[in-house]
């Protein structure tokens, strides 16, 4: 359970010092359209929004060095992508650090190792970025430095789409330390053949999330997750 946890939850004891401090696109006249390589994972996201650079965003994400032979092997397993609508992009905007009341948009798709498979249950979905559950969440506020604090429950489903696919939506603040509170919105998938999770969270401070929260939920419901044919 613990690799499977290593695997999935970015805020790790690596994460913390980073953040403090493929996937194609194609651009619209409103939205920029994202998809997954295989076509079977897309989003969209305001076209005004600028990507991450992505050797930043790995290295945030997992602590690693983006040459390191971890990373590569990482790469083979995992693919993310990142949005920022603030005005220089920047990985530590993930959790909330120097953005004022500007949102970031981060996706990922873990396609799991034969022994993961059968330890992929909902709460591990709820916990794929950001500890929810918890006991997670006692765990990790153990990480010194850890800046999460304040947790609070907005929403959390259950979802069936169909096609095979399982999820769950949840929707949940923290108070970043240095960031003030900030509102997660996370929808997590596990594909109907068991061999991928595909992710997309939300963040932005608590008053924008208030503010705009149709936009976010426009951008929640264009994440979507098909069958693979063939």
């Known amino acids: 359970m613990r690799r499977s946890r290593a695997r999935f939850a970015v805020v790790a004891a690596g994460l913390v010092p980073a953040l403090a401090g493929g996937l194609t696109g194609c651009a619209g006249s409103e939205f920029t359209y994202v998809r997954h390589d295989d076509g079977q994972t897309y989003f969209k996201v305001p076209a005004a929004w600028r990507q991450v650079d992505q ?43 120097g953005t004022g009341d500007e949102p970031f948009v981060f996706a ?66 923290y108070t970043v330390q240095g960031a003030g509170t900030q509102t997660f919105d996370l929808t997590s998938y596990l594909a109907g053949d068991g061999e991928r999770i595909s992710t997309l969270l939300i963040r932005c401070s608590a008053g924008c999330y208030r503010r705009r929260a149709a936009e976010f939920d426009r951008i929640a419901h264009s994440f979507k997750v098909k069958r693979l044919t063939g």
């Not at 006991?135 to 153990?142: G, M, P, V, W």
């Open 55 to 97: 050797k930043a965003l790995d290295k945030a994400t997992t602590g690693a060095d983006p040459e390191s032979a971890t990373a590569r092997l990482r790469r083979q397993l995992v693919w993310s992508i990142a949005y920022d609508a603030h005005a220089s992009p920047s990985a530590g905007h993930l959790l909330g650090y």
């Open 108 to 173: 990922r798709v873990t396609r799991l190792l034969p022994e993961e498979r059968d330890a992929v249950s909902l709460n591990g979905m709820r916990n794929s970025v950001i500890p929810v559950t918890e006991s997670l969440r006692k765990e990790y506020a153990q990480v010194p430095g850890y800046p999460l604090t304040g947790f609070e429950l907005l929403a959390d489903d259950v979802l069936q789409p169909g096609d095979g696919l399982r999820g769950v939506h949840v929707r949940f603040n």
